[in-house]
């Protein structure tokens, strides 16, 4: 898969089919219309191109909402489509001024000129150009004009997405692994910078990495205990641990911290980017009476981390 950032320079398509979304999750939803758009190039020979935006389009035309939080980050996204055999994955700086580009200069200027489509698959539901007034319609009647086919995707896909969408965001926050698996297609992971905490782990036998995640609209994972799978390129690390998100009311921590007791490693990896797979969610955070209750736990949850993960 080729990824391109600069539109002024893209490569010819040949016979482009192309497809536009966020794919935020890349989940199995998602994963149905990226098959639908191979089958339509396959009909013609033709290329498959998926246009996404950086940053989400929310975060530029919806600031005033809740903020809203990223199953993947962009580079995250890029890694799994890779695995996907797209052709080309455009990436588009979602700017004001792109947002408050009329609907027919977007199908013009945009679509046309720059990626000179044979089909567009696109949603009945999809809206583009100023003010969200275009619409699977307008493409429908600007298709004899600018020679490129139309392709609807259909209804009950487009629940797929959306609902997928809600129940992982859901799932995720309330540390609901399997669920998010089951609509993912894979589990659940993000990256994090290992950073200096109070060393208290270590002075009960348990010393642990902390974690300052690398994008800030990354949606982390709801309070508790994980067994998790543990990755670093440069230490080349592949181990099981277990990690716990919350505040440590045991020793009346406030901050909320990330926490990985890499099992069978005890080296320094300041500054270090580890990758965090989740397994399991063994328990919710838990107010222990001293640090001998809490020792007596973290034994037990290294017991039942063990028996979740898989052999490495």
Excluded: W
């Excluded at 935020?24 to 339509?40: A, F, P, T, W, Y």
């Amino acid at each position: 898969m080729k990824v391109h950032y600069d539109i002024q320079h893209l490569p010819p398509f040949r016979n482009a089919v192309i497809t536009i979304g966020t794919f935020d999750g890349l989940h199995n939803g998602h994963r149905k219309i990226i098959e639908l758009m191979q089958s339509e190039a396959a009909k013609v020979n033709g290329e498959t191109v998926i246009i996404t935006f950086d940053p989400h389009p929310r975060q530029i035309v919806a600031k005033e909402r809740a903020p809203l939080f990223l199953i993947n980050t962009p580079e995250e996204k890029i890694s799994l489509l890779e695995k996907l055999n797209i052709d080309h994955l455009v990436v588009i700086p979602f700017t004001e001024a792109f947002a408050n580009q009329t609907a027919e200069a977007y199908i013009s200027d945009f679509l046309v000129n720059t990626f000179h489509p044979h089909t567009i698959i696109i949603g009945y539901d999809h809206r583009f150009g100023k003010g969200r007034s275009g619409d699977y319609k307008l493409l429908e009647e600007k298709a004899a004009e600018y020679h490129y086919e139309v392709k609807e995707i259909p209804v009950y896909m487009l629940e797929d997405v959306t609902i997928s969408s809600t129940k992982i965001r859901e799932a995720i926050l309330q540390g609901d692994v399997d669920t998010a698996r089951n609509c993912l297609g894979y589990d659940y992971f993000f990256s994090g910078i290992v950073i200096k905490g109070n060393q208290l782990g270590r002075t009960i036998g348990y010393p642990t990495a902390n974690l300052q995640i690398n994008n800030e609209n990354k949606l982390v994972p709801g309070n508790g205990v994980y067994a998790v799978i543990i990755q670093n390129s440069t230490f080349n690390i592949q181990k099981g641990g277990m990690m716990n998100i919350g505040v440590r009311p045991t020793v009346d921590g406030t901050n909320r911290v990330i926490e990985v007791n890499i099992f069978n490693f005890d080296e320094a990896i300041y500054g270090e980017t580890l990758t965090i797979t989740l397994i399991k969610h063994l328990r919710s955070e838990v107010k222990f009476n001293g640090l001998d209750a809490l020792k007596a736990q973290l034994a037990l949850d290294k017991i039942a981390a063990m028996e979740a993960l898989p052999e490495l």
